[in-house]
């Protein structure tokens, strides 16, 4: 229910406002930083690297998303590529399919959120 003299609940409409205008630079700075994250991720190649953090991190995933579980490479506990990452990129690849563009979306995603961020 909205109450005589405001927009939109309980506060009056001068503040809504001031909200408004509060947050529409933060939202155009996330719009700017997620287009051009996006736009890298679809423009850039990531063929010829023989082993990196993205492909060790892919592998996990994969991994964990078949069932057999964080299997580092070097077979026992290892701090180099944790299981954290791997385990929220395996279920993105549960949720959108075995895809490394997902992670990468996800990637652009947060990337723009700390932009707004700091």
Do not use: K
Not at 101 to 116: D, K
């Amino acid at each position: 229910m909205i109450a005589a003299g405001t927009s939109r609940g309980l506060l009056p409409a001068p503040v809504v406002s001031v909200l408004e205008r509060r947050w529409a630079p933060h939202a155009l700075l996330f719009g700017l930083a997620l287009v051009l994250r996006v736009a890298w991720v679809l423009w850039v190649d990531r063929e010829g690297f023989v082993l990196n953090d993205a492909m060790m991190y892919n592998a996990n995933a994969v991994a964990i998303n078949e069932g057999l579980g964080f299997r580092p490479p070097q077979g026992g506990p290892s701090a180099q590529w944790p299981p954290a990452y791997s385990t929220i990129l395996a279920g993105i690849y549960w949720l959108f399919g075995i895809e490394p563009l997902w992670g990468e979306i996800f990637n652009a995603i947060v990337g723009a959120v700390t932009v707004v961020l700091l």
